[in-house]
């Protein structure tokens, strides 16, 4: 059958169209895949090509409130391996093996595995000889990765506070874990690219991203102060070998915590050489346990912001016991202390007069001081691990737990409860939140990313009562139970507490947690320090036998440290047959030889230099030093 031109043309026509239809949509394809897949598909092969060796970045280094190092790094190279790469397995695994102390069968089965890259274990964070040692052997698809480990310079200084970071530098325990985001940083890499059979690129530049750096944390605590805590710390677990030690230093007008340390301890960068019960214990905001009568100076802080005494005026008589719903709560002198003033009853840390408080009080008032001053609950330290302590449920609290309550019994409460709360009682009757972190600080331009106040929760008692409870508690220091933490040149304030420790239902025989809590100056408190010993041995365990004096060394030279001036104004210390005499230091300069030999002096006098005449002394005049004790003089001749 015979077609027509007009249908050959017809069919020629369409034919056409479509292919040029056909044409234009390969076309566009084409377009859209050059100028708009192009990149995507480009990146996608070079991803399937490229291999990344890690590079970690620096986690950020924790410092004290001066700058001071506190955790810091240090470089620790990682060996890594591109399995595709190395051309003889077997020779590669037996060097590998020498170098890194690894067996060859484990070596040759790493180099070996079906993976793009491999990170040898026992290459992880080593020396830089040993990295320098890999990279000598020449081994084609052996990799040495920029890392770093972290770094204790004090070693087991602030050890618990601190924490450690584990092997890939993320925080396990203390601030490293509390504030793990902002010092761990965002990983970088080196990434070099490689065909199917593994082989490099060399055609192809390798791509580097930097790491991004961690955080600096800037902490509240004072390396200064921090340094002679830990230094009385470690003379007292040499002479009382105790059961366990806590200390705590801080600022009571904004809660910064200036100290913290406790005992037994260790050292961040060798935590798994101790047990866990030790590092995951932070014992100055962990442990719970009966404060004994420090914490009369809560229900002291009640019945004066109450009016319910009068410190001067109101007496008590203190047979040595008191009788309270059909129990017998002794006082700790045997045979009491017969009739005192209520300042007196401070001083001497009488159960009884305390128990006499808390009636006059009422077990709602009493309660309701106990929970403003912040107990049964977390004080929000920025530490894991905080313990709330155990209150009376009120509804339970009968005559013989109110009187035992009154004067730090039967109730638990933590170390760093004590602190906030002695705190608010002494700095005008505001209570604070403690803290520890400072500053999070950009360690590349400096700037501060983020900067923490103090917290005020509440006011807890007026300035008045705050007043009276500071000179009483100077008092207890001057001539009371604590005088032992007298600090010559500074007044300082404190009250004792010497608590039983409880074991299934009883109270052990010899075996308690002796304390002191003080503050200086007296009449403006800008340390505030505590130190509680656990079961002391060898000793009298009374706290102010054996916390008081420490508190006294960590209060003295802080306050120095701090560039507190000492004064002249202090209540004068009540001696004990026990103390030596206190000999205030004269001026000696100008005097001759001559003049010295008739200035009796009951001092012993290190003499220096050739001449005739004193030019210089040590220590200053009007410091007072126990009698016999020794002043160095400078000797020169004078014109």
Known sequence: MRVSNVTVRKRLTVALFVGILVFFIIDLRLGYVQFFLGNILTDGAKELWSRDIPFEPERGEIVDRNGVPLATNVSAPTVYVVPRQ????????????????????????????RA???????????SHEKAKEIRSLE????????DSKRHYPFGNYLSHVLGFAGIDNQGLMGLELYYDEELKGKEGSVKFYANAKGERM???ADDYKPPVDGMDLKLTIDS???????????????????????????????GEILAMSSRPDFDPANFRNVPPEIYNRNLPIWSTYEPGSTFKIITLAAALEEGKVDLEKDHFHDPGFVEVGGARLRCWKKGGHGSQTYLEVVQNSCNPGFVELGERLGKETLFKYIRDFGFGEKTGIDLQGEGKGILFNLERV????????????????????????????????????PYIAKELINPANGEILMKKSPEAKRKVISKETSDEIRLALESVVAKGSGKKAFVDGYRVGG?????????????LENNHIVSFIGFAPADDPQLVVYVAVDNPKGTVQFGGVVAAPIVGEIMGDSLRSMGVKPRK???????????????????????????????????????????????????????????????????????
């Open 139 to 146: 081994i084609e698809g052996v990799y040495i990765g920029e």
């Open 495 to 507: 009250k004792t507490g010497t608590a039983q420790k409880a074991q299934n239902g009883r109270y």
């Open 202 to 204: 060399n055609d192809m």
């Open 86 to 113: 190395i051309k003889d397995p077997a020779d590669a695994s037996e060097k590998l093996a020498a170098v890194l102390n690894m067996s060859k069968e484990k070596a040759y089965q790493l180099i070996t595995k």
């Open 569 to 639: 104004d202090q209540i004068e210390k009540e001696l004990t047959w026990m103390d030596s005499p206190m000999i205030e230091v004269p001026d000696m300069v100008g005097m001759t030889k001559k003049d010295l030999g008739e200035l009796y002096l009951n001092l012993k006098i290190d003499a220096s230099g050739t001449g005739n005449t004193v030019v210089k002394q040590t220590p200053q005049p009007g410091i007072k030093l126990k009698e016999g004790s020794t002043i160095r003089l400078f000797f020169d001749d004078r014109e």
């Open 224 to 254: 200064k102060i921090q340094t002679i805590v830990e230094r009385e710390l470690d003379i007292a677990q040499a002479e009382y070998n105790p059961d366990g030690i806590i200390a705590i230093a801080m600022n009571p007008n904004n």
């Open 116 to 126: 793009s890259s491999v990170k040898i274990p026992e290459g992880r964070k080593i």
């Open 398 to 433: 009968g005559p013989v737990e109110q009187a035992t309550t009154a004067f730090g019994q039967g109730v638990s409460v933590t170390p760093i409860q004590q602190v906030a709360a002695i705190s608010a009682a002494v700095n005008g009757g505001t209570l604070y939140t």
